[in-house]
C-alpha cells in the first residue's frame, strides 16, 4: 500500500506540469479559437529561459521563474500579433501548418543559442532535501511542484471568475459579437489571452527545470501527452484539463510501477474510451 501511496504522489506531481500545459491550450482554444500545436514550444523556451537566469547569469529560483515568464510572454505577444491573427478565420489546417511550422523554428533556435547536448540544472537549495512519506523520502521539489500547480490553478480561477478582465473574456468567448458592440477590443483581448496562455506553459517549464533535463526536443514530447490530458477532460474547459491531468499523471505513474511495458496502450485507451462515451470530453462544453 505505501508502493501505491508513493507512486500516485509522483503521479501527482508530473499531472501538475500536464496541468500547467494543458490549460494554456485550453485558453488559446477556447478563447482565441487557436489550436496551438506549438504550445510544448513555450514549454521548452520557458524551461531553457529559467536554466539561463538560474544557472548562468546566477539569478535566485524565483527571479529565474520572472524571467522565464518575461520571455515567454513576449514571445507569446509576437506569435499572435504578428501570425496567429491573420488565421483566426481560416480553416483549422492553416492553424495547424503555421503552428507546426513554429516547433520548427523554436527547436532551431534552441540548437543554435543553447546547443544540442543535454542541459541538467542543479536542484535550488531551498529545495534540496526529502521529507519522510508513508515511511519513504519524498523529494521537496516534488511537494512544492504539487502545491505550485493547485495554487495556479486558484490563481486562473480568480482571474477568469473574479477579476473585470476575466468577465471581458469570458463575454468575448460566449458572445463575440455582443461583446464587441458594448466596446470590448477583441484583437487586444485575445493577445492578451494567448499571451497568458504562453505563461502557462512556460511557469510548467520553468518550474520542471530543477528534475527533468532540458533539450530541444521536449516541447514536442510534453504536447501529446498535454493534448492527451485536454481530449480527455473537454476542448476549452480548464476544469476538465485538470481533471485530464490528475488522471493521466496518476494512471501513467501507478502504470510505470505495475505494468509498465503496456503504459502508453492504457493511456491511449483511457483517451480512446472517453471518446466513445462522451466525445466532447468529461467536462466539454464548461469553462
Known sequence: MSNFIFQALNGLSSAMFLWLVAAGLTVAFGVCGILNVAHGSLYMMGAYFAFTSFQILGLNFWLSLVFALIGAGIIGFLMERFFLRRIYDQPIEFQLILTFAFILVFDNLTKMIWGTMLIIPTMPSLFQGTIPIVGRPFPIYNLFIIFAGIAVGLIIWVILKKTWWGMKLRAAVSQREMANAIGINIPTLFTAAFVFAALLAAIGGALSTPIRVCDSGV?????????????????????????????????????????????????????????????????????
Open 219 to 287: 516541447g514536442g514530447a510534453v504536447i501529446i501527452p498535454a493534448f492527451v490530458v485536454t481530449v480527455i477532460g473537454g476542448l476549452g474547459s480548464l476544469k476538465g484539463a485538470f481533471v485530464g491531468a490528475l488522471i493521466i499523471g496518476v494512471i501513467s505513474a501507478l502504470c510505470t510501477l505495475y505494468i509498465p511495458f503496456i503504459e502508453l496502450f492504457i493511456l491511449y485507451l483511457i483517451m480512446a474510451v472517453v471518446l466513445i462515451i462522451r466525445p466532447q470530453g468529461l467536462f466539454g462544453g464548461e469553462r
